[in-house]
C-alpha cells in the first residue's frame, strides 16, 4: 500500500501513543505526594504531523454541471496553544493536581475507546465486503 492512506496503521500508531501517555498520567498520579515532582504529559502534536504525513489533501469533484465547485482550505499542521502556569503547588514544590489528571485519563480512556470503535468498525466493512450481498 505504498503512497495509501492505511487506516490501521495509523489507529495502531494511535492507540500506541494514547498507551504510552496513560503511563505518563499513571507516572503523575503515582507521584502526587512526591516532593518536588513536576507532572508530564506527551505532546499531541507529534501524531498530528505524523497524521497529516499520511493524509494529502482531498480536492472535491464536480460529477455534475449543476453541482459548486468547491475549494481545498489548507491551512498546514494544527497550530498549539502554549499551556498556562495555572497550576497549584504543594509547599512540598509538588505541582500534581489530581483533578487535572484525572481529566486527562478519562479524556485519554474516551480517545482509545473511539479507535477500538473505528478499528471495530471498519473491519465490520471488511467482513462484509467478502461475505457479499445477502452473506
Sequence with gaps: MEG???IFAVIGKRMDWLNQRERVLAENIANSDTPNYVP???DDSQFSRVLQSQLAPV???TTNRAHLSGTVVNDGP???QGQRHTYETSPTGN???LEEQLIKVQENQSAYQLMTNLYRKHMDMFRMAVRGPGG
Design 59 to 61: 480536492a472535491p469533484t
Design 78 to 80: 494544527a497550530k498549539t
Design 95 to 97: 505541582a500534581v493536581v
Design 40 to 42: 508530564r504529559d506527551l
Design 4 to 6: 495509501k492512506f492505511d
